[in-house]
């Protein structure tokens, strides 16, 4: 029995130590080091500028408003930019190799839609309150991510209705 945990914690720290190498330490033999994107905080913004939602070192700006998107609708684009260690803003990589990812908490009630780069579109399926958290992924890991995000889908409203109509394609 002893053995099997002697085993077990060797089995677990090589794991560990593999995981963490992997993605670029510095002093890694390794010839396949990637540059990872380290922020400290995220601002998303709305089309006027109008700041969204703001998280610095893990603390949301309680000041705002919650995000909120109507069931049945698409919110206006919401561009993220990135805080630095001194709260500067700074834009988001642009190489091929870091993109946006995403968690929706309920995704029966709510749907992301990204149109690439660092920006996308909250689209309201059904009623209720779920979370978000954002991330830029890298490589198969996320490289940064934001505290969960609390998104309240309003009432379902016909398309109309919506305070922000989705292009339409043109022939």
């Known amino acids: 029995m002893k053995f099997i945990k002697t085993l077990s914690v060797a089995l677990l720290s090589s794991v560990l130590c593999a995981f963490f190498a992997a993605c670029g330490d510095n002093n890694s033999t390794s010839t396949d080091q990637h540059e990872h994107f380290e922020v400290e905080g995220w601002n ?30 698409m919110s206006e684009h919401i561009s993220i930019k990135f805080l630095d260690e001194n709260k500067k803003e700074v834009a988001g990589p642009s190489d091929d ?16 839609h990204w149109e690439g780069g660092w920006g996308f579109h909250l689209k309201g399926i059904k009623e209720g309150e779920t979370t978000l958290i954002l991330k830029v992924n890298h490589h198969g890991h996320a490289d940064a991510r934001t505290p969960e995000i609390r998104i309240v889908v309003d009432k379902s409203l016909k398309a109309d209705e919506c305070p922000f109509q989705e292009d339409e394609d043109e022939d």
Do not use: F, M, Q
Not at 61 to 72: G, H, P, Y
């Open 97 to 112: 190799e870091h993109s946006l990812g995403w968690e929706v908490g309920d995704s029966k009630l709510l749907d992301i």
């Open 44 to 73: 998303l913004y709305w089309p006027n500028w109008e700041l969204a939602y703001s998280v610095y070192r893990g603390k949301a700006d309680t000041s705002l408003e919650v995000l909120k998107v109507n069931a049945n609708c």
